[in-house]
């Protein structure tokens, strides 16, 4: 399995797509949804939730969510914040 990552810049209080501009997994299959991303350590100052259902953090979703644009990081800071990560 091959991962590719970019930076996402998201201003406070917005939110962003996770994008395949932004995060892609290969691994030789022409299988995306079973591409499973499992967040172990979850972002400090927003969170990662489904666009359809705002609020409401997820601990995983598929290569193909982020194919369809369904994913998206949102920041909660009050303050801005230079970098925020999640694994």
Avoid: W
Wanted: net charge neutral; with cysteine; proline share 7%.
């Amino acid at each position: 399995i091959v991962v590719f990552t970019k930076f996402l810049r998201v201003p406070k209080g917005n939110h962003s797509y996770i994008t395949t501009d932004v995060l892609l997994a290969l691994d030789g299959t022409d299988k995306p949804e079973e591409l499973l991303y499992v967040i172990t350590s979850p972002p400090q100052y927003g969170q990662i939730e489904y666009v359809s259902y705002p609020g409401i953090p997820i601990t995983s979703f598929s290569q193909m969510d982020v194919a369809r644009r369904i994913v998206c990081y949102v920041h909660k800071a009050k303050a801005v914040v230079s970098e925020d990560t999640f694994r």
